[in-house]
């Protein structure tokens, strides 16, 4: 079932001179809001989670939780310049360069143009506002979503960075679908202050075609549980042996 999910992780929750990211300014993260999202993966129509995140902001750091189908958390930590992978049932991490991110995705990039592989990959996908729904569409995949906007564009913002380094980070470890299509559809949503309500991705297999789901709640606090999540993560970081990425577990 793990497995499964993998694509929609890649793309969910969440690059060469002709496509980039957009840069954000180091200097400003320490100042970013504290906040939470929940977010819930389907399988097409069904009702039952395939696995659920709980994703802490807090003051420009950004702890991705998994709560269910899968032991992974995330800390991106644009400020220390480093990502860091936790797994907590082997108890191990792996520590990653924000560098070696965007050294992997500028790779792929030139690797797409130079293969007549940019329309597949997404490098040049355009954003379609239909009212409050927007989608992208790339080579087998299709992303679509209703959108809900907060009380501060800050918190957009700050979910747009989430997904710019969750999918370079999928890029490093080579899972989930090419990320520059959803990257742009984060893009135009962070520019009109919005995030996510309910984003589904389609990929067209040929024979059939591969449905899933997300949904979003956003409370624009941390709890006091959320502070003490934060706090058990440090803990983590403290007492988790370092492994390489290569031998740290694989989502593949």
Request: proline share 4%; net charge negative; charged share 25%.
């Amino acid at each position: 079932m793990k497995n499964r999910t993998l694509p929609i992780l890649a793309g969910l929750l969440f690059l060469s001179s002709a496509w980039t990211a957009p840069a954000f300014a180091q200097s400003a993260l320490p100042q970013g809001p504290s906040f939470r999202l929940e977010t819930e993966i389907y399988d097409a129509d069904g009702n039952t989670p395939l696995a659920r995140h709980k994703i802490l902001f807090d003051s420009g750091v950004i702890y991705d939780l998994e709560e269910m189908g899968g032991t992974i958390q995330t800390i991106f930590d644009p400020t220390r310049e480093r990502v860091v992978l936790l797994d907590t049932k082997a108890q191990l991490q792996a520590e990653l360069s924000t560098q070696q991110l965007i050294d992997a995705t500028v790779q792929l990039s030139a690797a797409a143009r130079q293969n007549s592989k940019a329309a597949a990959f997404g490098l040049d996908a355009e954003v379609v506002q239909t009212g409050d729904q927007y989608a992208v569409k790339f080579g087998s995949c299709k992303y679509e979503t209703t959108t809900q906007e907060l009380s501060r564009p800050e918190f957009a913002h700050a979910y747009h960075e989430l997904t710019v380094w969750a999918a370079r980070l999928n890029v490093l470890r080579r899972v989930g679908v090419p990320p520059f299509g959803r990257m742009a559809l984060g893009e135009k949503l962070s520019a009109a202050g919005l995030v996510p309500l309910e984003l589904t991705l389609s990929i067209d297999e040929g024979s059939k075609v591969q449905r899933y789901r997300a949904h979003h709640l956003v409370i624009e606090t941390l709890s006091e549980l959320d502070r003490r999540a934060i706090q058990k993560v440090g803990d983590n970081l403290a007492n988790f042996r370092k492994v390489s990425l290569e031998e740290f577990p694989s989502e593949s």
